[in-house]
């Protein structure tokens, strides 16, 4: 059974960071990409980064130069790391994969950004 647990998510200060966590259970973790993705209240889920796994990165533009995402194999676990954070960001953030022809998501971990 695939799983995925986020966690990392809080409330921050404009300008501060936090390093957001999934976990991945259930699949052949390092054969896998993972991607983040978020959610604003009355806003359509986006992308924000993915990571192929040879380690290969995806970054949105909204994200570019602020956020990056990375990969521990051994661990099972994909960081996004996020700096320079800002109001826009708030949004609850989704980790993803895709296996078997099917989209699996996590629970999700809140981000709030106060100005």
């Known amino acids: 059974q695939v799983q995925l647990v986020e966690s990392g998510g809080g409330l921050v200060q404009a300008g501060g960071s936090l390093r957001l966590s999934c976990v991945a259970s259930g699949i052949t973790f390092s054969s896998q990409g993972i991607g983040w993705y978020r959610q604003a209240p009355g806003k359509q889920r986006e992308v924000v980064a993915t990571?192929?796994?040879?380690?290969?990165?995806y970054l949105a533009d909204y994200v570019k130069g602020r956020f990056t995402i990375s990969r521990d194999d051994v661990k099972r676990t994909v960081y996004l790391q996020m700096n320079s954070l800002k109001p826009a960001d708030t949004a609850v953030y989704y980790c993803h994969v895709y296996v078997n022809w099917r989209d699996y998501w996590g629970q999700g971990t809140q981000v709030t950004v106060s100005s």
């Open positions: 990571i192929s796994r040879g380690g290969s990165t």
